[in-house]
Structures are given as C-alpha cells and as structure tokens.
C-alpha cells in the first residue's frame, strides 16, 4: 500500500531571492548556528542537515537547485511511489527519494526525468542511482544521485508520498527546503528558513571580508602563527592566541 499526502508548500520570491545567492557551504553554516541557538524543546522534531557526500549534481549546473521537498519513500526497489509523484506532486517541487539503502537498481530514466521536467519539478534528489544517465544529463532540471546503473527498478506497491524520510543522518519532512549546488546538498526544516537566511547572509559577508584580507595579506612578512591571526577564523584565532607559548 502506498501512502500519499498533500503539499502545498511554497517558497515566497522574496525568499527565493535570498537563497539565489548563496552555496550549500554558508547553508550549512548558517543551520548549524542557528540550531546551535535553541533549546531542545525549540529545535524541530525532524532536524535538516547536509546529505551524504555521495549524492551530487550528475553534470555542472550554472545555478543552484532551489525548492520545497515532495518527500517520496520508495523501499526494496520500487518505483512505483517515483512514477506518481511525478505526475501528481512534482510541480514546483523537488522531488526526494529515500530508498532504505536499496542500491541494486535504478529508481530513474531519461523518459520519468523528462516527464518530471515537462511538468515543472524544480529538481530531483534520489539517494541511489539513475540510468540513461546522458539523457538526463540533457535536461535542464537538476538531478542528483548516487551514481548511475542499467538495472531497472520494480514496481511494487510500498511506499509514499509526502511522509517523512530519512537519507543519512538527515530527516526530511514535505514543504522543506532542498538547496543543492557543486558542493551537495542541503535541507532546511521550513520553520528555521527566515533564521538561517539571515545568518547565512551575515556568513556570507563574514566570508568575503575574510577573501579580501587573504588577498591583500602581506605573506612575506609573517613569520609565526601570531602573525596569521588577522586572517584566521575567530575560532582558530582564539586557539592561537590561548595557546601562543605551545606554537
């Protein structure tokens, strides 16, 4: 039996805005402070965070992939749950696909990634493997995996649409962020957007204060570690600092 629930989430374009000029890296940053910040009973019951590494872009996007989560559990190979969310539930959504570790097939081809693409899905995360990888490739619409793989998937009927997941460590619940670029990718848990925006602005101009100084540091004249602590991060500094006479 297959499990689906409605989705309406949406980003606002102010908050589309916000998020076009920035990485995964100062995302994942800016969640970390923020969570960092609240209390147990305030931090959220399914908590966002970076996806494994081995999830990545499978070609080079010019702009990052930005969208509210269709969440999709598709256990022991099947499809099926992939197949009609794309259908019903891909318009400007990202589609994320957890698989419980079924790495034996592959949960995508170049025809569903069309369809999806044909039907507005803002990009699709899948913790396993594609196929017709080429074709796909082809697209417009970002596409993340694991890899790719010829062997096709089943299409038993388990699963759902718009539950809550879990890829790694990460839990994902419907109408999260997915924020994906060259580095990976991202989910932050809708009721932390507005904090995590503004503090990764503020990372964000902290970073590129921090460049600038690099750029114009006089290397020649530095001569113990003393003398990098202008263009160290606060915490390193510190550690220098406190621990001078060891350095």
């Given at each position: 039996m297959i499990t689906i629930n409605p989705n309406k989430a949406s980003l606002t374009t102010t908050q589309l805005e916000a998020l076009k000029p920035l990485s995964s890296c100062v995302l994942s940053d800016a969640l970390d402070v923020v969570l960092g910040r609240l209390s147990p009973a305030e931090q959220p019951v399914h908590i966002?965070?970076?996806?494994?590494?081995?999830?990545?872009e499978i070609r080079h996007y010019d702009t990052p992939m930005i969208g509210t989560a269709t969440t999709i559990y598709a256990p022991n190979g099947t499809s099926l749950p992939l197949h009609l969310a794309m259908a019903t539930h891909a318009q400007d959504h990202i589609l994320i696909i957890s698989i419980d570790e079924c790495t034996n097939v592959a949960y995508m081809g170049d025809i569903q990634a069309l369809l999806s693409a044909r039907n507005h899905c803002s990009g699709i995360v899948i913790d396993g493997y594609i196929r017709d990888r080429q074709g796909i490739a082809?697209?417009?619409?970002?596409?993340?995996?694991?890899?790719?793989?010829?062997?096709?998937?089943?299409?038993?009927?388990?699963?759902?649409?718009?539950?809550?997941?879990?890829?790694?460590?990460?839990?994902?619940?419907?109408?999260?962020?997915?924020?994906?670029?060259?580095?990976?990718?991202?989910?932050?848990?809708?009721?932390?957007?507005?904090?995590?925006?503004?503090?990764?602005?503020?990372k964000e101009e902290s970073d590129n204060n921090r460049k600038n100084k690099v750029a114009q540091f006089n290397f020649a004249n530095a001569h113990t570690t003393l003398d990098y602590i202008d263009i160290m991060t606060k915490d390193v500094a510190d550690f220098v600092k406190t621990n001078q006479d060891k350095l």
């Amino acid at each position: 039996m297959i499990t689906i629930n409605p989705n309406k989430a949406s980003l606002t374009t102010t908050q589309l805005e916000a998020l076009k000029p920035l990485s995964s890296c100062v995302l994942s940053d800016a969640l970390d402070v923020v969570l960092g910040r609240l209390s147990p009973a305030e931090q959220p019951v399914h908590i966002g965070g970076c996806l494994p590494g081995g999830i990545q872009e499978i070609r080079h996007y010019d702009t990052p992939m930005i969208g509210t989560a269709t969440t999709i559990y598709a256990p022991n190979g099947t499809s099926l749950p992939l197949h009609l969310a794309m259908a019903t539930h891909a318009q400007d959504h990202i589609l994320i696909i957890s698989i419980d570790e079924c790495t034996n097939v592959a949960y995508m081809g170049d025809i569903q990634a069309l369809l999806s693409a044909r039907n507005h899905c803002s990009g699709i995360v899948i913790d396993g493997y594609i196929r017709d990888r080429q074709g796909i490739a082809e697209l417009d619409m970002p596409v993340f995996s694991r890899g790719s793989l010829p062997k096709r998937p089943t299409k038993e009927e388990l699963g759902g649409i718009n539950v809550p997941i879990q890829i790694g460590d990460t839990h994902i619940n419907p109408g999260d962020i997915i924020f994906g670029d060259t580095d990976g990718v991202v989910i932050i848990p809708a009721t932390l957007l507005a904090l995590v925006i503004d503090e990764a602005i503020k990372k964000e101009e902290s970073d590129n204060n921090r460049k600038n100084k690099v750029a114009q540091f006089n290397f020649a004249n530095a001569h113990t570690t003393l003398d990098y602590i202008d263009i160290m991060t606060k915490d390193v500094a510190d550690f220098v600092k406190t621990n001078q006479d060891k350095l």
